[in-house]
């Protein structure tokens, strides 16, 4: 199984998801927390709205989010 593979995903969705908040005004902003969650499939837990699998606040490089989707890194939308 190439372990790779769902990791690179996992990272393009992240990146997406920071360019499109960067990019967005506030008037036509679609927050990903704010999606139909039911899409979301992952091997482990259940996806956080607006925080990470296990309860903690979304966090990247000590940097902190208020908003996004908690998910296992093996996971699809």
Known sequence: MNHRKPFIHFAAMITLCLILQANARS????????????????????????????????TIAGRVFLRGLGTHAVSSM
């Open 27 to 58: 008037s036509d902003t679609l927050w990903i927390a704010d999606l139909n969650l039911h899409a979301v499939d992952q091997g482990w837990g259940e996806p956080g709205r607006n925080q990470s699998v296990d309860g903690h606040p979304l």
